[in-house]
């Protein structure tokens, strides 16, 4: 018998959050409002590469808009201006996922420990939560920046499943999109693993996940195991 699942931890940009839907609608109003007036790009040319300069989020916010202000100079974008209204307008982009958040409420109702181990911006992440209604349902959130080490590091994953209050690593399920952050830094820490495909292969030079899945809403299954 493989060792009971009895607490699970999420990754929540991709996982629980659909951010690449989000951060699409604010670069496609980005588009309407600065570029759509210029000749040089079309709207899907422009949010495509917006969209893949931001990697899922984990490129450098300072390093991605100079690209914009370079890629676009006829736009005359200061860096600066566009990283704080980022700040303040991607939050209007995130919409809640209810099939999701029914989920972790059942979580809640049967008395599962989970909580959300997050890279980033402590404040945009908290923020990301509460826009999608994850602030309420959440036993606990960790975020990168202010716990001072990211995932895949170990101490992140050591101080998510002390919350959890369960002891061994091997009890406690992560669920993420990121096959080395979430997924490798988690198996290597000995826990067991679900990864959110979006349409992707699992990298072969990494141990497979435990679990493949589609959406978040399928570890209803796994859930019902040890409820
Ligand atoms: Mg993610």
């Known amino acids: 018998m493989p060792p009971p699942i009895k607490a699970l931890l999420f990754d929540l940009d991709n996982t629980l959050i659909d951010r690449e839907a989000a951060f699409t609608r604010f670069a496609t109003c980005f588009y309407e409002d600065n570029l ?16 893949a300069w931001d990697q899922d989020g984990y490129s450098d916010r300072g390093a991605m808009f100079a690209k ?19 700040r303040t307008e991607m939050k209007n982009h995130v919409q809640r996922d209810n099939d999701v958040n029914a989920l972790l409420a059942d979580l809640n109702s049967h008395r599962i420990p989970w909580g959300i181990v997050t890279n980033g911006n402590t404040t945009s992440q908290h923020v990301a939560c509460r826009a999608a209604g994850l602030d309420q349902l959440a036993p606990f959130v960790i975020v990168s920046q202010q716990a001072g080490y990211r995932k895949p590091d170990p101490r992140i994953f050591r101080d998510a499943i002390d919350q959890t209050g369960i002891e061994s ?38 141990q497979p996940p435990d679990l493949e899945i589609d959406h978040v809403a399928e570890l209803r299954d796994i859930v019902n195991l040890f409820v």
């Open 36 to 51: 759509s007036a210029l000749k040089s790009t079309t709207r899907e040319e422009a949010v495509a590469k917006m969209v």
């Open 68 to 86: 914009w202000a370079q890629e676009w100079p006829e736009a005359r974008l200061d860096p600066e201006k566009l990283l704080t209204w980022y």
């Open 169 to 206: 690593p091997e009890n406690v399920m992560f669920v993420g999109d990121n096959p080395r952050a979430d997924i490798d830094g988690a198996k290597q820490f000995g826990m067991k693993t679900a990864w959110v495909r979006r349409g992707r292969q699992f990298p072969d030079d990494l």
